[in-house]
């Protein structure tokens, strides 16, 4: 028989979804959901924290948001840097480590300055890592991995395999992801980390982000635990 995950998976992410339905459906405008989400986010970190999973990783926003409604994306970019400045003493509190990955050309200078200030604040906490994606898609991490290995003097490519190509990947050092849960019913990794979700287990709940409580996560947890991962292999070979 094939053995049953039994272990904590090392590294979560989840694609928040299900923000703006769970305000439309009640009559709400969308940015109402996406306060609300911020619930979601604080009680999931303290969750994985509390269970002791080492990586937490969060889709806040993607490169193709952008393309929303500019009042949208003025309000999400808002709330994020809110967010980061508010729960900053919660991480504290947890020994959580804040990093963030994505493009950060087209972000504002407040942004950058708010992410900066977390990380540097949080980077001696030597508990649980979250990494919190922002202006981040999977296409764009691995288009900057491939410019900075042509960049290489001398020459390296050659030298390439999976595990050295890794180490150019926003996510350089951070195991791959071991479970991804993607909230609001939606089957899609939507341009996550597309390389590092290679062998990922995925979890899909029709919950919506907003709504995504502790028996949430530990449902996902549970479903995680009887999946059969061989990568690949045959039972025998593992
Ligand atoms: C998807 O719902 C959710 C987002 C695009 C944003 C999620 C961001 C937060 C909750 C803030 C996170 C902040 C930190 C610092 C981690 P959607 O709008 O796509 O929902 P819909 O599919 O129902 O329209």
Redesign the pocket.
């Known amino acids: 028989m094939v053995k049953k995950v039994e272990k904590l998976p090392d590294h979560v992410c989840i694609i928040?979804?299900?923000?703006?339905?769970?305000a439309l459906s009640r009559g709400m405008e969308?940015n109402v959901?996406?306060r609300q989400?911020?619930e979601a986010?604080r009680e999931a970190t303290e969750f994985a924290a509390e269970k002791g999973i080492p990586y937490l990783s969060?889709f806040?926003?993607s490169e193709e948001?952008w393309g929303r409604p500019q009042s949208e994306t003025d309000a999400?970019m808002s709330?994020?840097v809110k967010?980061?400045h508010s729960?900053t003493p919660t991480m504290m509190k947890n020994n959580i480590r804040c990093v963030f990955i994505g493009d950060r050309e087209q972000l504002d200078k407040n942004v950058l300055e708010r992410m900066d200030t977390c990380v540097s604040q949080t980077a001696g906490n030597t508990g649980m890592t979250l990494i919190?994606a922002v202006n981040y898609s999977g296409k764009w991490d691995i288009l900057q991995a491939v410019k900075r290995i042509l960049e290489l003097n001398p020459p390296s490519g050659h030298l390439l395999s999976p595990e050295i190509f890794s180490t150019y990947l926003a996510t350089a050092g951070v195991p791959e992801p071991d479970l991804m849960i993607r909230t609001?019913g939606e089957m899609r990794i939507s341009n996550f980390m597309l390389w590092q979700l290679a062998y990922t287990e995925l979890y899909f709940t029709p919950v919506l982000?907003p709504d995504f409580r502790r028996p949430d996560f530990e449902a996902a947890l549970n479903a995680y635990y009887n999946r059969k991962r061989r990568f690949g292999k045959i039972q025998e070979s593992l």
Do not use: C, K, T, Y
């Open positions: 928040m979804d299900g923000n703006g339905r769970w969308r959901g996406h989400g911020l986010v969060l806040a926003f948001n999400l709330l994020i967010a980061i729960e919190v609001s982000w």
